[in-house]
């Protein structure tokens, strides 16, 4: 009897107050859930780990989960039971997810059949976790909100992460001249293996004169800006004529100058994938799949960490000294 009744229980990192890091409590017995209609049970190999994630466990975000939850959007795993209406996927299929409805910092998730997708034998689970919102996030920056256009230029200011590194894949793959910055030579290393053109160093005092110099006078069209309560006011300088900054990343306020808008008609753009509808969703996941199906969309797996964990890497990846890839949990 007691065997039978640990078959359906698991592993899950349960949040009962907002905090610090030291909030997410790993607990073993927690129910295995039940997918209902469309829906299903994924059994999770691995989790991205997200820096919204600790926003939101840190109650200073705009969306508060109920308490209790368990974190994480970002899973890959295999199929384990799927519930009624759901025709798209079945038992044993590999899948990643841009969304749980019970939350993938476990060793198993329930997710919405529309919010899965099948995971290319090309890709491992570690890659797999590492797709869901640094991509979707990068193609709905690019394209949906930031209209690019093969041909112009893109400033990635944060480009080691994962939002940063998939960035630079899609615009390079789409046409667009790529610039990165990143925090350490290591960083920039991989900037530059994964589609930038050039790759600057934000911790150098001047390396803003440095992409000015390479810009010339035209400035880039866009910027794509992870840590805009400090780097806002310098993008809004290095815009070109009817440039925009897409605001993907903040920690803050900042103070910056209006009129540095009107002088060339530049434009900022907050971006939230949680706002995208059903068809922008849908849009983004074709160009992801056709991304993996080409060859050039290729997430780039940085710290790993087992599910007992997690807290380190809740407080690794707002004080890591630099990105270098997509954080998971296994």
């Given at each position: 009897?007691?065997?039978?009744?640990?078959?359906?229980?698991?592993?899950?990192?349960?949040?009962?107050?907002?905090?610090?890091p030291?909030?997410?409590?790993?607990?073993?017995?927690?129910?295995?859930?039940?997918?209902?209609?469309?829906?299903?049970?994924?059994?999770?190999?691995?989790?991205?780990?997200?820096?919204?994630?600790?926003?939101?466990?840190?109650?200073?975000?705009?969306?508060?989960?109920?308490?209790?939850?368990?974190?994480?959007?970002?899973?890959?795993?295999?199929?384990?039971?799927?519930?009624?209406?759901?025709?798209?996927f079945?038992?044993g299929?590999?899948?990643?997810?841009?969304?749980?409805?019970?939350?993938?910092?476990?060793?198993?998730?329930?997710?919405?059949?529309?919010?899965?997708?099948?995971?290319?034998?090309?890709?491992?689970?570690?890659?797999?976790?590492?797709?869901?919102?640094?991509?979707?996030?990068?193609?709905?920056?690019?394209?949906?909100?930031?209209?690019?256009?093969?041909?112009?230029s893109?400033?990635?200011?944060?480009?080691?992460?994962?939002?940063?590194?998939?960035?630079?894949?899609?615009?390079?793959?789409?046409?667009?001249?790529?610039?990165?910055?990143?925090?350490?030579?290591?960083?920039?290393?991989?900037v530059?293996?994964?589609?930038?053109?050039?790759?600057?160093?934000?911790?150098?005092?001047?390396?803003?004169?440095?992409?000015?110099?390479?810009?010339?006078?035209?400035?880039?069209?866009?910027?794509i800006?992870?840590?805009?309560?400090?780097?806002?006011?310098?993008?809004?300088?290095?815009?070109?004529?009817?440039?925009r900054?897409?605001?993907?990343?903040?920690?803050?306020?900042?103070?910056?100058?209006?009129?540095?808008?009107?002088?060339?008609?530049?434009?900022?753009?907050?971006v939230?994938?949680?706002?995208?509808?059903?068809?922008?969703?849908?849009?983004?996941?074709?160009?992801?799949?056709?991304?993996?199906?080409?060859?050039?969309?290729?997430?780039?797996?940085?710290?790993?960490?087992?599910?007992?964990?997690?807290?380190?890497?809740?407080?690794?990846?707002?004080?890591?000294?630099?990105?270098?890839?997509?954080?998971?949990?296994?």
């Open positions: 009897i007691a065997m039978a009744a640990t078959r359906n229980v698991m592993r899950a990192v349960r949040v009962f107050e907002f905090g610090g030291e909030v997410l409590k790993l607990q073993s017995d927690v129910l295995i859930p039940d997918p209902k209609e469309n829906q299903v049970l994924i059994k999770i190999h691995a989790c991205g780990v997200n820096p919204v994630e600790t926003y939101i466990r840190s109650g200073n975000y705009a969306r508060k989960p109920a308490l209790p939850y368990t974190p994480g959007s970002d899973v890959a795993g295999v199929i384990e039971s799927v519930g009624e209406h759901v025709t798209a079945k038992k299929d590999r899948v990643f997810t841009i969304g749980t409805i019970s939350g993938g910092y476990a060793d198993y998730a329930v997710a919405a059949a529309n919010r899965i997708f099948p995971l290319s034998d090309k890709l491992d689970f570690k890659q797999g976790a590492a797709i869901g919102i640094p991509y979707f996030t990068a193609y709905r920056a690019l394209f949906q909100k930031g209209r690019a256009k093969a041909g112009e893109v400033l990635v200011h944060g480009a080691s992460g994962g939002v940063g590194i998939a960035a630079c894949q899609i615009a390079r793959a789409c046409g667009l001249k790529v610039l990165g910055t990143a925090g350490t030579e290591e960083g920039m290393k991989m530059l293996r994964n589609g930038a053109h050039q790759a600057f160093n934000h911790r150098e005092a001047n390396y803003t004169d440095k992409i000015k110099e390479y810009t010339g006078m035209e400035g880039v069209d866009i910027v800006e992870m840590l805009s309560n400090i780097n806002l006011a310098t993008d809004l300088q290095l815009l070109s004529h009817a440039g900054v897409m605001v993907v990343g903040c920690r803050g306020p900042i103070e910056i100058n209006p009129r540095d808008t009107m002088s060339k008609e530049s434009s900022i753009i907050g939230s994938l949680f706002l995208a509808t059903e068809e922008e969703r849908h849009e983004c996941a074709t160009a992801v799949l056709d991304g993996i199906e080409a060859g050039w969309l290729r997430p780039i797996v940085g710290s790993e960490y087992p599910l007992v964990e997690a807290v380190q890497a809740h407080e690794d990846i707002i004080r890591s000294s630099g990105a270098r890839g997509k954080m998971v949990l296994l």
